[in-house]
């Protein structure tokens, strides 16, 4: 069991950057897998990036990869999102989710738990 708090959002011009963050007090975060999907208004939950419990390996989207970076600090018990060239289809509540011992799924099913998403906009 994990709970997972995220934290970073806000509002940003195109191409300005933006941190998430993935928090979790407990100690078996380290054995989860950690994705990140957006959500925009209306629309359905897609994944943007995931990486593995020991942070060796990254899954990024197509939309992700190149701009986006994940991360993690397993002695921390956080997980980071570093978001940079950020354009308008970026805009949605960013939720980032814990698959144990996952193997990086792009699928919502997948993922035991989730936290309560943070908002990010995207403005010209």
């Known amino acids: 069991q994990v709970t997972l708090v995220e934290s970073g959002g806000g509002s940003v011009q195109v191409g300005g950057s933006l941190r998430l963050s993935c928090a979790a007090p407990?100690?078996?975060?380290?054995?989860?897998?950690i994705g990140w999907f957006r959500q925009a208004p209306e629309k359905e939950r897609l994944f943007v990036a995931a990486?593995?419990?020991?942070?060796?390996?990254?899954n990024y989207s197509d939309s992700a990869k190149g701009r986006f970076t994940v991360s993690r600090d397993n002695a921390e018990k956080t997980a980071y999102l570093q978001m940079n060239n950020l354009e308008p289809e970026d805009t949605g509540v960013y939720y980032c989710?814990?698959?144990?011992?996952?193997?990086?799924?792009?699928?919502?099913?997948?993922?035991?738990?989730w936290g309560q998403g943070t908002q990010v906009t995207v403005f010209s």
């Open positions: 989710a814990a698959d144990r011992w996952g193997e990086m799924t792009r699928k919502i099913a997948d993922y035991e738990h």
């Open positions: 407990e100690r078996t975060f380290n054995s989860y897998t």
């Open positions: 990486i593995t419990w020991g942070g060796g390996r990254t």
